[in-house]
Protein backbone atom coordinates (compact mmCIF):
# COMPACT_ATOMS: atom_id res chain seq x y z
CA UNK A 1 0.00 0.00 0.00
CA UNK A 2 3.06 2.70 0.71
CA UNK A 3 4.58 1.68 -2.79
CA UNK A 4 3.93 4.96 -4.11
CA UNK A 5 5.14 8.10 -5.30
CA UNK A 6 4.86 9.77 -1.71
CA UNK A 7 7.51 6.84 -0.41
CA UNK A 8 10.00 8.23 -2.76
CA UNK A 9 9.50 11.97 -2.40
CA UNK A 10 9.14 11.91 1.63
CA UNK A 11 11.70 12.19 4.01
CA UNK A 12 11.89 9.33 6.75
CA UNK A 13 9.77 10.20 9.52
CA UNK A 14 8.75 8.96 13.53
CA UNK A 15 4.70 8.69 11.87
CA UNK A 16 4.76 5.62 9.17
CA UNK A 17 1.88 6.90 6.79
CA UNK A 18 4.26 10.17 6.28
CA UNK A 19 7.87 8.22 5.91
CA UNK A 20 9.60 8.04 2.64
CA UNK A 21 12.80 6.92 1.38
CA UNK A 22 14.26 10.24 -0.07
CA UNK A 23 17.48 10.61 1.77
CA UNK A 24 17.92 6.47 1.86
CA UNK A 25 18.00 6.47 -2.21
CA UNK A 26 19.45 9.65 -3.05
CA UNK A 27 22.35 8.00 -0.59
CA UNK A 28 22.48 4.65 -2.33
CA UNK A 29 22.97 6.86 -5.64
CA UNK A 30 25.88 9.14 -4.20
CA UNK A 31 27.01 6.00 -3.14
CA UNK A 32 27.32 3.36 -5.97
CA UNK A 33 28.33 6.54 -8.09
CA UNK A 34 31.37 6.73 -6.23
CA UNK A 35 32.16 2.94 -6.13
CA UNK A 36 31.81 2.89 -10.02
CA UNK A 37 34.00 6.13 -10.18
CA UNK A 38 36.70 3.59 -7.77
CA UNK A 39 35.89 0.34 -9.26
CA UNK A 40 35.87 0.69 -13.31
CA UNK A 41 39.74 1.91 -13.49
CA UNK A 42 41.09 -0.05 -10.74
CA UNK A 43 39.54 -3.12 -11.81
CA UNK A 44 39.63 -2.83 -15.49
CA UNK A 45 43.43 -2.07 -15.15
CA UNK A 46 44.61 -4.86 -12.47
CA UNK A 47 42.86 -7.19 -14.67
CA UNK A 48 44.63 -6.19 -17.78
CA UNK A 49 47.69 -5.93 -15.88
CA UNK A 50 47.63 -9.61 -14.93
CA UNK A 51 46.22 -11.11 -18.02
CA UNK A 52 48.30 -9.22 -20.71
CA UNK A 53 51.70 -8.11 -18.67
CA UNK A 54 51.77 -10.07 -15.68
CA UNK A 55 54.71 -12.84 -15.46
CA UNK A 56 52.70 -15.65 -13.55
CA UNK A 57 56.07 -16.92 -13.01
CA UNK A 58 57.34 -14.30 -10.09
CA UNK A 59 56.22 -14.99 -6.52
CA UNK A 60 54.85 -11.01 -6.49
CA UNK A 61 52.19 -11.68 -9.26
CA UNK A 62 51.24 -15.12 -7.66
CA UNK A 63 51.10 -13.50 -4.48
CA UNK A 64 48.24 -10.90 -6.04
CA UNK A 65 46.23 -13.51 -7.84
CA UNK A 66 46.03 -15.45 -4.69
CA UNK A 67 44.89 -12.52 -2.69
CA UNK A 68 42.51 -11.45 -5.48
CA UNK A 69 41.17 -15.11 -5.21
CA UNK A 70 40.94 -15.37 -1.22
CA UNK A 71 39.01 -11.24 -1.54
CA UNK A 72 36.17 -12.52 -3.26
CA UNK A 73 35.46 -15.20 -0.23
CA UNK A 74 35.76 -12.30 2.25
CA UNK A 75 32.80 -11.54 4.76
CA UNK A 76 31.73 -7.92 4.21
CA UNK A 77 31.61 -7.14 7.86
CA UNK A 78 35.72 -7.40 7.46
CA UNK A 79 35.44 -4.87 5.01
CA UNK A 80 34.07 -2.61 7.25
CA UNK A 81 35.91 -2.77 9.99
CA UNK A 82 38.78 -2.47 7.54
CA UNK A 83 37.82 0.94 6.39
CA UNK A 84 36.74 1.79 9.92
CA UNK A 85 40.58 1.51 11.39
CA UNK A 86 42.17 2.58 7.88
CA UNK A 87 39.56 4.98 5.89
CA UNK A 88 37.11 6.33 9.11
CA UNK A 89 39.56 6.50 11.95
CA UNK A 90 42.81 6.08 10.55
CA UNK A 91 45.47 7.81 8.68
CA UNK A 92 43.06 8.75 5.88
CA UNK A 93 40.69 10.24 8.49
CA UNK A 94 37.74 10.83 5.72
CA UNK A 95 35.21 9.94 9.22
CA UNK A 96 32.10 8.00 8.75
CA UNK A 97 31.08 9.72 5.67
CA UNK A 98 29.98 9.06 2.17
CA UNK A 99 33.61 8.60 0.93
CA UNK A 100 34.51 6.01 3.24
CA UNK A 101 31.38 3.89 2.66
CA UNK A 102 31.73 3.81 -1.22
CA UNK A 103 35.57 3.18 -0.44
CA UNK A 104 34.41 0.17 2.00
CA UNK A 105 31.80 -1.32 -0.55
CA UNK A 106 34.79 -0.98 -3.64
CA UNK A 107 37.06 -3.00 -1.86
CA UNK A 108 34.61 -5.41 -1.00
CA UNK A 109 33.32 -5.93 -5.29
CA UNK A 110 37.18 -5.12 -6.60
CA UNK A 111 37.92 -8.63 -6.89
CA UNK A 112 34.80 -9.92 -8.47
CA UNK A 113 35.69 -6.56 -11.24
CA UNK A 114 38.46 -7.95 -11.74
CA UNK A 115 38.15 -11.62 -11.74
CA UNK A 116 35.27 -11.21 -14.50
CA UNK A 117 37.61 -8.50 -16.55
CA UNK A 118 40.30 -11.49 -16.75
CA UNK A 119 37.96 -13.58 -17.85
CA UNK A 120 36.66 -11.64 -20.29
CA UNK A 121 40.17 -10.55 -21.79
CA UNK A 122 40.62 -14.41 -21.69
CA UNK A 123 37.88 -15.11 -23.76
CA UNK A 124 38.98 -12.55 -26.98
CA UNK A 125 40.83 -15.35 -29.15
CA UNK A 126 44.20 -14.60 -29.36
CA UNK A 127 44.19 -14.39 -33.73
CA UNK A 128 43.11 -10.90 -32.86
CA UNK A 129 46.20 -10.40 -30.55
CA UNK A 130 48.62 -12.35 -33.23
CA UNK A 131 46.42 -10.46 -36.62
CA UNK A 132 46.99 -6.60 -34.75
CA UNK A 133 51.16 -7.42 -33.76
CA UNK A 134 51.71 -8.60 -37.42
CA UNK A 135 50.59 -5.57 -38.63
CA UNK A 136 52.80 -3.58 -36.86
CA UNK A 137 50.84 -2.85 -33.77
CA UNK A 138 52.57 -2.46 -30.44
CA UNK A 139 51.58 -4.30 -27.64
CA UNK A 140 49.37 -1.20 -26.03
CA UNK A 141 47.83 -0.24 -29.44
CA UNK A 142 47.10 -4.38 -29.60
CA UNK A 143 45.66 -3.87 -25.95
CA UNK A 144 43.78 -1.30 -26.22
CA UNK A 145 42.14 -1.14 -29.59
CA UNK A 146 41.59 -4.50 -30.39
CA UNK A 147 41.31 -6.51 -26.88
CA UNK A 148 39.72 -4.14 -24.76
CA UNK A 149 36.55 -3.62 -27.02
CA UNK A 150 36.26 -7.44 -27.66
CA UNK A 151 36.38 -7.86 -24.14
CA UNK A 152 33.86 -5.02 -22.95
CA UNK A 153 30.54 -6.80 -22.95
CA UNK A 154 32.05 -9.45 -20.20
CA UNK A 155 33.46 -6.38 -18.45
CA UNK A 156 30.74 -4.26 -18.37
CA UNK A 157 28.46 -7.15 -17.17
CA UNK A 158 30.63 -7.96 -14.35
CA UNK A 159 30.97 -4.17 -12.86
CA UNK A 160 27.48 -3.91 -13.14
CA UNK A 161 26.87 -6.95 -11.37
CA UNK A 162 29.57 -6.32 -8.96
CA UNK A 163 27.52 -2.30 -8.34
CA UNK A 164 24.24 -4.54 -7.87
CA UNK A 165 25.68 -6.37 -5.11
CA UNK A 166 27.42 -3.35 -3.75
CA UNK A 167 23.74 -1.44 -3.60
CA UNK A 168 22.36 -4.37 -1.24
CA UNK A 169 25.07 -4.53 1.53
CA UNK A 170 24.39 -2.74 4.62
CA UNK A 171 26.61 -4.63 7.06
CA UNK A 172 29.89 -2.50 6.27
CA UNK A 173 28.17 0.58 6.37
CA UNK A 174 26.23 0.02 9.72
CA UNK A 175 29.63 -0.82 11.04
CA UNK A 176 30.87 3.04 9.36
CA UNK A 177 28.20 5.15 10.40
CA UNK A 178 25.63 4.88 8.16
CA UNK A 179 22.26 6.28 10.03
CA UNK A 180 19.08 5.11 9.82
CA UNK A 181 16.98 8.79 10.21
CA UNK A 182 18.06 11.26 7.92
CA UNK A 183 16.07 13.97 6.74
CA UNK A 184 18.63 15.38 4.18
CA UNK A 185 19.89 14.19 1.68
CA UNK A 186 23.87 14.71 1.19
CA UNK A 187 25.31 17.46 0.06
CA UNK A 188 28.94 16.48 -0.83
CA UNK A 189 31.04 13.00 -0.47
CA UNK A 190 32.16 13.82 3.22
CA UNK A 191 28.34 14.02 4.40
CA UNK A 192 26.61 11.75 6.64
CA UNK A 193 24.74 9.65 4.87
CA UNK A 194 22.08 6.98 4.75
CA UNK A 195 21.16 3.70 2.45
CA UNK A 196 18.30 1.89 1.32
CA UNK A 197 19.14 -1.58 2.84
CA UNK A 198 19.55 0.13 6.35
CA UNK A 199 16.53 2.20 6.43
CA UNK A 200 14.85 -0.98 5.56
CA UNK A 201 16.41 -2.78 8.24
CA UNK A 202 15.08 0.04 10.40
CA UNK A 203 11.74 0.06 9.62
CA UNK A 204 11.47 -3.93 10.08
CA UNK A 205 12.90 -3.86 13.64
CA UNK A 206 10.27 -1.48 14.75
CA UNK A 207 7.04 -2.86 16.07
CA UNK A 208 4.46 -1.03 14.23
CA UNK A 209 2.92 -2.82 11.75
CA UNK A 210 2.95 0.34 9.25
CA UNK A 211 6.71 0.34 9.19
CA UNK A 212 6.63 -3.09 8.54
CA UNK A 213 4.75 -1.84 5.53
CA UNK A 214 6.97 0.91 4.54
CA UNK A 215 9.86 -1.85 4.72
CA UNK A 216 7.97 -3.88 1.82
CA UNK A 217 7.78 -1.18 -0.48
CA UNK A 218 11.43 -0.08 0.20
CA UNK A 219 12.13 -3.80 -0.58
CA UNK A 220 10.59 -3.03 -3.70
CA UNK A 221 12.22 0.28 -4.80
CA UNK A 222 15.75 -1.83 -4.01
CA UNK A 223 14.36 -4.66 -6.14
CA UNK A 224 13.61 -2.46 -9.00
CA UNK A 225 16.94 -0.94 -9.00
CA UNK A 226 18.67 -4.20 -9.20
CA UNK A 227 16.37 -5.35 -12.37
CA UNK A 228 17.17 -2.18 -13.41
CA UNK A 229 21.17 -2.33 -13.62
CA UNK A 230 21.33 -5.80 -14.06
CA UNK A 231 18.71 -4.96 -17.30
CA UNK A 232 21.36 -2.39 -17.86
CA UNK A 233 24.19 -4.81 -18.04
CA UNK A 234 22.14 -7.23 -20.32
CA UNK A 235 21.67 -4.41 -23.09
CA UNK A 236 25.15 -3.22 -23.15
CA UNK A 237 26.55 -6.97 -23.35
CA UNK A 238 24.26 -7.22 -26.59
CA UNK A 239 24.96 -3.93 -28.18
CA UNK A 240 28.55 -4.45 -27.67
CA UNK A 241 28.22 -8.32 -28.91
CA UNK A 242 26.31 -6.81 -31.98
CA UNK A 243 29.11 -4.11 -33.06
Known amino acids: SRFNWDLIANMPSRRPSQAGIQSALT ?11 FIVPVGVAAAVYLEEYADNTTRFNRMIELNIQNLAAV ?12 IARGFLGFGESILTGAIALGLLVLPVVIISGREAIRAVPGSIR ?13 TWRMVLPNALPGMATGTILALSRAIGEAAPLILLGGLSYITFNPEGVFSSFTVLPIQIFNWVSRPQ ?5 NAAAGILVLLALLLTMNAVAVVLRDRAQRK
Open 27 to 37: GSLWTIVLVAV
Open 75 to 86: PSIIYGILALGV
Open 130 to 142: AGSLALGASKWQT
Open 209 to 213: AAFKA
